[in-house]
């Protein structure tokens, strides 16, 4: 993150924290975004990434913080309102309408903004070729190998139009041969003006489409700064080869 910002950040997040019983999943977490970054969110597992998402994007509450969008607190807000005003997310676990037709799944985001079903079926036809999905139109999700599901994944949350995407783990599960198109497919999204957050197990994916990287460990923020820095980490070394990731 640049000292001198031309704009505001497009997601702030300040001490924000979650707790489950006696458990802090979340602990004064603090970082900001600027738009058209690309951030990535790593640590070991457990470490509190799908918890933070689930509350910037209003699954959870938090107990404590606030998160802020464009500016405006959306802390406390509906996933569906959040989602209105520009902020979308995949999931880690794939749970598409498998009874639907793959174009029919990213026509259900795409309906928020399009007047006809014509016009969302072209809206969302736009976002499968964006993700290399088109040729699958017409088959029912439940047809889609693994990789392919991440792919609709993305095109469902790109059909609500986001300022800012929230990936979880795009390439878990997937073929290792299938990994190189999904990197470059996080790039041609920046391309299309989105900005975004990639939680991200593979450090070499991680390293290769971050512009900056923050680094959580039993739900505290330990590291943060450009991909090269956060690796020499010697907290973060510790928190991945002391035996905490699994």
């Known amino acids: 993150m640049s000292a001198a910002r031309e704009s505001p950040p497009l997601l702030t997040l300040q001490g924000v924290t979650k707790r489950f019983g006696g458990v802090e999943a979340n602990a004064d977490v603090t970082f900001a975004v600027d738009p058209g970054e690309i951030v990535g969110l790593i640590g070991p597992n457990g470490a509190g990434k799908s918890t933070l998402f689930d509350v ?66 072209e809206a969302a036809m736009h976002c499968l070729r964006l993700v290399g999905l088109d040729d699958k139109a017409e088959a029912f999700a439940r047809e889609l190998s693994t990789g392919q599901r991440k792919r609709l994944e993305m095109a469902r949350a790109l059909a609500t139009r986001p300022r800012l995407l929230l990936l979880d783990e795009v390439t878990g599960g997937v073929d290792q041969r299938a990994i190189p198109d999904l990197v470059d497919l996080i790039g041609r999204l920046r391309e299309e003006g989105v900005t975004l957050v990639v939680i991200e197990h593979n450090m070499r994916v991680i390293m290769s489409v971050a512009d900056r990287i923050v680094a959580l460990h039993l739900g505290r923020k330990i590291a943060e700064g450009s991909p090269a820095a956060v690796v020499r980490d010697r907290q973060l070394i510790e928190a991945y080869l002391g035996g905490a990731y699994t």
């Open 56 to 121: 910037v994007t209003g699954f959870q509450r938090p107990d404590a913080g606030e998160v802020r969008l464009g500016g405006e607190r959306i802390t406390g807000l509906a996933p569906d309102e959040i989602n209105r005003r520009g902020l979308a997310r995949t999931f880690q676990k794939l749970r598409p309408f498998a009874g639907m037709t793959v174009v029919e799944n990213v026509m259900v985001g795409a309906l928020r903004h399009a007047p006809r079903p014509a016009v969302a079926r």
